[in-house]
């Protein structure tokens, strides 16, 4: 068992709100996952990718948008996002968001099992 304090207040500078939290050496997994807080009155960069990518909000209010929608996302809720799909969450409150997302690429799936065995 490994663990470690995970240094929250230090955003990602590719998108300003999610430093990733794996992959990392002592966790070999399937998957990437970032631990995200947006701020009050800003939002998360627009994107999209090829990978799919699961949200879970942990504290906070905000408002997603896909796709031309726009849906609330409060404490408890999940969303799932298929390959492709355009995505941004807005903080229109007063306190931070905070959420954790989990996604995968071909990379770390194709990789996991010779990172199981230890070849990599």
């Not at 070999?28 to 990978?51: K, L, M, T």
């Amino acid at each position: 068992m490994e663990i470690r304090s995970h240094e929250r207040s230090a955003p990602d500078p590719k998108n300003r709100h999610s430093p990733p939290l794996i992959p990392r050496p002592a966790l070999n997994a399937p998957f990437e996952a970032a631990w995200c807080v947006v701020h009050p009155n800003s939002s998360s960069i627009r994107h999209a990718h090829p990978d799919y990518e699961i949200f879970s909000a942990l504290s906070g209010e905000a408002i997603v948008k896909s796709r031309g929608g726009r849906q609330s996302f409060r404490r408890g809720d999940i969303v799932h996002f298929p390959p492709n799909t355009d995505h941004q969450v807005f903080n229109e409150g007063a306190e931070d968001f905070r959420m954790y997302a989990v996604w995968r690429t071909g990379e770390t799936v194709e990789g996991f099992p010779a990172r199981h065995r230890g070849e990599v």
